[in-house]
């Protein structure tokens, strides 16, 4: 696909009264055959809304190693100081730690399943990499929310991702229920981009990660996708994964439950979407965020 990557096709942050954009872009890359790696009413339903979820995809000896992993690093992080580990806002709990595939081997290689990487590498119709790799943590009683925000907003004016090629993967560290703060979407809302209103101070990614203000929806905007296309919350056991495109609206709410929420979080990016400079003008966002191969 021969794309003028100058061109801001997807502008957003600029104006105080958002216009919505049609999406420009596919959502599938491929088309299915019998020799594609999930089913074709599958391919359809990521198609529709623009989210797949796949319950115990991991069997529970390969789960625990990751587990087990997520919860050193955790613990082995309290008291350190590093740019990759992102406190809650107002305290000091661990929230997430970025580049966990090029820090750790053990997700180094669960960013290189076979399996996982046959879906993705479908859906967006080519090789991939790593633009974006962390672990969430969202503990019993004080887990923060993530608010409503359309990733490829965010990756498209702060980090420079040129087009809708992207998506995330999400798995389920523990059991995942409708009551403990996991990952909502509207489903279908990847058909639609919504421009952001402000300008996005300098250095944002410092108190972006810790509680995102600028890079969400206003709320009149928020209020219209959630009449149109309604709020789906996939919920499974651990063990299981939720791709979703990177323009649908997602978000999570705070787990005031004993139970845990964490999960590991890998955003795949197309070898053909290698970002550019940031369509906002501003420096980019510093690599254990965004991935910036070939510049």
């Known amino acids: 696909m021969d794309l003028d ?4 096709v997807y502008p957003s942050r600029m104006d105080t009264d958002p216009q919505w954009l049609p999406r420009q872009d596919p959502v599938v890359y491929s088309e299915w055959s019998s020799e594609s790696p999930i089913r074709k009413e599958q391919v359809e339903f990521y ?5 797949l979820f796949l319950e115990s995809f991991f069997a529970e000896e390969e789960l625990q190693g990751y587990q087990e992993e997520a919860r050193r690093l955790q613990e082995s992080s309290r008291g350190l ?3 990759e580990i992102i406190r809650e806002p107002g305290g000091d709990e661990v929230r997430s730690i970025f580049a966990v595939h090029r820090s750790q081997p053990v997700f180094r290689e669960l960013s290189q399943h076979p399996r996982l990487l046959a879906i993705i590498e479908f859906l967006l119709g080519s090789s991939v990499y790593i633009h974006q790799s962390r672990i969430n943590y969202k503990p019993g009683f004080t887990g923060k929310e993530f608010y409503w925000h359309s990733d490829f907003e965010t ?5 420079g991702m040129p087009r809708m090629r992207a998506l ?4 389920a560290l523990e059991d995942n229920y409708a009551f403990n703060g996991p990952l909502m979407v509207l489903p279908g809302s990847q058909h639609i981009f919504v421009p952001c209103i402000g300008q996005t101070p300098d250095d944002h990614y410092k108190e972006s990660l810790r509680k995102q203000q600028y890079g969400v929806p206003d709320h009149k905007s928020l209020t219209e996708m959630v009449k149109r296309f309604g709020i789906d919350t996939p919920v499974g056991p651990a063990g299981s994964i939720l791709l979703f495109d990177c323009n ?6 705070s787990n005031i439950t004993p139970y845990p929420r ?10 053909e979407n290698k970002v550019v400079q940031p ?5 980019p966002r510093p690599e254990f965020i965004a991935t910036r191969q070939g510049i």
């Open 5 to 8: 990557l100058t061109k801001d």
């Open 47 to 51: 198609q529709k809304n623009g989210y």
């Open 81 to 83: 100081k590093a740019d």
């Open 155 to 159: 990756w498209h004016v702060e980090d």
């Open 168 to 171: 995330s993967c999400s798995i």
């Open 248 to 253: 649908i609206m997602h978000g999570s709410n």
């Open 262 to 271: 964490s999960n590991i979080f890998m955003v795949y990016n197309s070898v």
């Open 279 to 283: 369509y906002s003008g501003q420096n």
